[in-house]
T-cell receptor, first 115, second 110 residues
Framework: AQTVTQSQPEMSVQEAETVTLSCTYDTSESNYYLFWYKQPPSRQMILVIRQEAYKQQNATENRFSVNFQKAAKSFSLKISDSQLGDTAMYFCAFMSSRSGYALNFGKGTSLLVTP | KAGVTQTPRYLIKTRGQQVTLSCSPISGHRSVSWYQQTPGQGLQFLFEYFSETQRNKGNFPGRFSGRQFSNSRSEMNVSTLELGDSALYLC?????????FGPGTRLTVL
């Protein structure tokens, strides 16, 4: 079974600064998908960014970008120009066809953006 | 398009009772998955339904069951509730590799 590890339970960043959230995973598969989800206090799970393992280019979505290192099985999320609205739990997740497209989540990182 | 909806949003039950949660996927989506979120165990996959058939199942006891109707709406049932079943239950509808989550149902078991 795949495991997803987020080693930072809590992080804090000042508004307008940049922060990087770490995620590592373990799998023997070569084709899979990785995701970062955001869960604000409202509890609604929102997709932040997605990466297909077969793509070498790192995904970006506005202020959010990833550093995908397939050999190292690392998938970190960089948030640039942090905003107060970025305060939330961030979950790294793994998905593959072999797992029936079920999401396998890490334990999450609680990010606090301060003024 | 309307998003994924879940009802009820909050529920309080007592041990031994049973509960049914409902999820309506995004229009046109035929896949519905259920996840349990607890502080201790985090987010865990329960099961997925596609075209009224259970296609995938997580590692949960048989007290957790589900079904899907012809309009793709799904229900999840938990029988003989235990205190440890207190959780946020999230439903998601899926298209290919993207899952869209509902707001969740907060279940409290007393």
């Amino acid at each position: 079974a795949q495991t997803v590890t987020q080693s930072q339970p809590e992080m804090s960043v000042q508004e307008a600064e940049t922060v990087t959230l770490s995620c590592t995973y373990d799998t023997s598969e070569s084709n899979y998908y990785l995701f970062w989800y955001k869960q604000p206090p409202s509890r609604q799970m929102i997709l932040v960014i997605r990466q297909e393992a077969y793509k070498q280019q790192n995904a970006t979505e506005n202020r959010f970008s990833v550093n995908f290192q397939k050999a190292a099985k690392s998938f970190s999320l960089k948030i640039s120009d942090s905003q107060l609205g970025d305060t939330a739990m961030y979950f790294c997740a793994f998905m593959s066809s072999r797992s029936g497209y079920a999401l396998n989540f890490g334990k999450g990182t609680s990010l606090l953006v301060t003024p | 398009k309307a998003g994924v909806t879940q009802t009820p949003r909050y529920l309080i039950k007592t041990r031994g009772q049973q509960v049914t949660l409902s999820c309506s996927p995004i229009s046109g989506h035929r896949s519905v998955s259920w996840y349990q979120q607890t502080p201790g165990q985090g987010l865990q996959f329960l099961f997925e339904y596609f075209s009224e058939t259970q296609r995938n199942k997580g590692n949960f006891p048989g007290r957790f069951s589900g079904r899907q109707f012809s309009n793709s709406r799904s229900e999840m049932n938990v029988s003989t509730l235990e205190l440890g079943d207190s959780a946020l239950y999230l439903c998601a509808s899926r298209v290919w590799n993207e899952q869209f989550f509902g707001p969740g149902t907060r279940l409290t078991v007393l």
